[in-house]
């Protein structure tokens, strides 16, 4: 069945430095890619998306990388931020009508 | 626009008892989901409407029903509730444009407690 895998599970950084969580997806036919950030207790929002027919979207400190070959999408969050602290989910609209979620990164910046 | 809804946000049930978790959207999106959220599991799909009178199951249907009789709301029902249902429940909405479907908006959230 359709799958997203997405690693690692939990990120440590120093403010200030970058991170990068991981995603792959199983179906071929996926199209949107989604990524939300969820504060504790709180509902998951989208900090960020990116079509097929596209291979990277940067929104401030934030980028989102796509290789449909590969079938991996990447989240890059620059000069990190105590604020930046949360869970963050990839997803992917599978060719049918179902949203497919990775299972979390949990990141931690340091001050 | 109050967005999409939940209610209620919290509940405790005893095994084997019943019980609808409500939703509700004032945007006019015609897809609306259910997602389940436990620790370590990410959210996972339970069902789903692409529009009033249409619902299809998702990764994690077993033990709950859905039904969708106006674009606005999409109910998920628990027939007999089981301490493997406790968890945190999602309602979402979205609407499609012409590149396809947009992003999910998310409800606040239901807290689920099954002794």
């Known amino acids: 069945g359709e799958n997203v895998e997405q690693h690692p599970s939990t990120l440590s950084v120093q403010e200030g430095d970058s991170a990068v969580i991981k995603c792959t997806y199983s179906?071929?036919?996926?199209?949107?890619f989604p990524w939300y950030k969820q504060e504790l207790g709180k509902r998951p929002q989208l900090i960020i998306d990116i079509r097929s027919n596209v291979g990277e979207k940067k929104d401030q400190r934030i980028a989102v990388t796509l290789n449909k070959t590969a079938k991996h999408f990447s989240l890059h969050i620059t000069e990190t931020q105590p604020e930046d602290s949360a869970v963050y989910f990839c997803a992917a609209h599978t060719g049918g009508f179902k949203t497919i979620f990775g299972a979390g990164t949990r990141l931690f910046v340091k001050a | 626009n109050a967005g999409v809804t939940q209610t209620p946000k919290f509940q405790v049930l005893k095994t084997g008892q019943s019980m609808t978790l409500q939703c509700a959207q004032d945007?006019?999106?015609?897809?609306m989901s259910w997602y389940r959220q436990d620790p370590g599991m990410g959210l996972r799909l339970i069902h789903y409407?692409?529009?009033?009178?249409?619902?299809d199951q998702g990764e994690v249907p077993n033990g709950y029903n859905v039904s969708r009789s106006t674009t606005e709301d999409f109910p998920l029902r628990l027939l007999s509730a089981a301490p493997s249902q406790t968890s945190v429940y999602f309602c979402?909405?979205?609407?499609?444009?012409?590149?396809?479907?947009?992003?999910?908006?998310f409800g606040p959230g239901t807290r689920l407690l099954v002794l």
């Open positions: 945007m006019n999106h015609e897809y």
């Open positions: 409407s692409v529009g009033a009178g249409i619902t």
């Open positions: 179906d071929s036919a996926s199209n949107y």
């Open positions: 979402a909405s979205s609407y499609t444009s012409g590149q396809g479907r947009e992003t999910q908006y």
